[in-house]
Nanobody
Framework: QVQLVESGGGLVQPGGSLRLSCAAS????????MGWYRQAPGKERELVAR???????NYADSVKGRFTISRDNAKNTVYLQMNSLKPEDTAVYYC??????????????WGQGTQVTVSS
């Protein structure tokens, strides 16, 4: 089993920055893709950014040029640097990881979510 622990959410003014972190632990042979999703009130959960084990990235159009996803494979940690934040970025942000256990089983894992609020 894999646990994901997120940190770094909070309240920020429009135009500000936040950095989210998500650390994975547990029965991990390798973390494959890692990503961040978000869900605003009354809306479906959506992909924000995703990064492969090798570092290939893709982003939602709404965050391109403002958000940067990165990872530290040695620490099984993924980061999301969010700049030029807008009120419409307000949501609960969830970390996601596709992992392979030492028994070579594949798991899909979600973090508990961290609130990001962009407001003046």
């Amino acid at each position: 089993q894999v646990q994901l622990v997120e940190s770094g959410g909070g309240l920020v003014q429009p135009g500000g920055s936040l950095r989210l972190s998500c650390a994975a632990s547990g029965n991990i042979f390798r973390i494959n893709a890692m990503g961040w999703y978000r869900q605003a009130p009354g809306k479906e959960r959506e992909l924000v950014a995703r990064i492969s084990y090798g570092g290939s990235t893709n982003y939602a159009d709404s965050v391109k040029g403002r958000f940067t996803i990165s990872r530290d494979n040695a620490k099984n940690t993924v980061y999301l640097q969010m700049n030029s934040l807008k009120p419409e970025d307000t949501a609960v942000y969830y970390c996601h990881a596709s992992a392979t256990s030492f028994e070579l089983k594949a798991y899909e894992n979600w973090g508990q979510g961290t609130q990001v609020t962009v407001s003046s």
